[in-house]
Antibody, heavy 113, light 107 residues
Framework: QVQLQQSGAELVKPGSSVKISCKAS????????MHWIKQQPGNGLEWIGW????????KYNQKFNGKATLTADKSSSTAYMQLSSLTSEDSAVYFC??????WGQGTLVTVSS | DIQMTQSPSSMSASLGDRVTITCRAS??????LSWFQQKPGKSPRRMIY???NLAAGVPSRFSGSRSGSDYSLTISSLESEDMAIYYC?????????FGGGTKLELK
């Protein structure tokens, strides 16, 4: 069955960067877009962007330009999202979602000194 | 950006009730509308796609409909496992945008 396994929780310092992974299994990784979604504590869902692993094309929410960078490694069927220049506003759970149909379990990023 | 206005923001209902949640799009989105269910501490689960199509494994008591720019998710007979927050999502334009969510609680 389709599974998206995300990397574990991160505690990071303000101003630093973090890279989250999302390993796909149970389907052809290069055939479906991979989306990334942010959810701050007690809040709703916010779309960050997507990457098409087949050719590496990306599309970002302008709000996250310069904040998030999406990449994919076809050899390991893994998608990545790097978040840079972290502030407290970046503290959230981040989800990957294949074609918006299959979701990872979420990765909690906490930005604190 | 397309705004998705979801209503109500919260509601309480009894087991067996018929429940309807609505999203209104600020621009034409055709049938590019999905519904997601999220339970506490869990990932969202896609329930409906293409406005009216039931996702695999979703119980048949769930249905989606459209009337103009209003999109609805209906649960025909509420069960305890349906208590959750529901979100709509438009996927016709970038950035993709979600509704604010509807928290469904047991009365």
């Amino acid at each position: 069955q389709v599974q998206l396994q995300q990397s574990g929780a991160e505690l990071v310092k303000p101003g630093s960067s973090v890279k989250i992974s999302c390993k796909a299994s149970g389907y052809t990784f290069t055939s479906y877009d991979m989306h990334w979604i942010k959810q701050q504590p007690g809040n709703g869902l916010e779309w960050i962007g997507w990457i098409y692993p087949g050719n590496g094309n990306t599309k970002y929410n302008q709000k996250f330009n310069g904040k998030a960078t999406l990449t994919a490694d076809k050899s390991s069927s893994t998608a990545y999202m790097q978040l840079s220049s972290l502030t407290s506003e970046d503290s959230a759970v981040y989800f990957c979602a294949g074609h918006m149909a299959y979701w990872g379990q979420g990765t909690l990023v906490t930005v604190s000194s | 950006d397309i705004q998705m206005t979801q209503s109500p923001s919260s509601m309480s209902a009894s087991l067996g009730d018929r429940v309807t949640i609505t999203c209104r799009a600020s621009q034409d989105i055709g049938n590019y509308l999905s519904w997601f269910q999220q339970k506490p501490g869990k990932s969202p689960r896609r329930m409906i796609y293409g406005a009216t199509n039931l996702a695999a494994g979703v119980p048949s008591r769930f249905s989606g409909s459209r009337s103009g720019s209003d999109y609805s998710l209906t649960i025909s007979s509420l069960e305890s496992e349906d208590m959750a927050i529901y979100y709509c999502l438009q996927s016709i334009q970038y950035p993709r945008t979600f509704g604010g969510g509807t928290k469904l609680e047991l009365k």
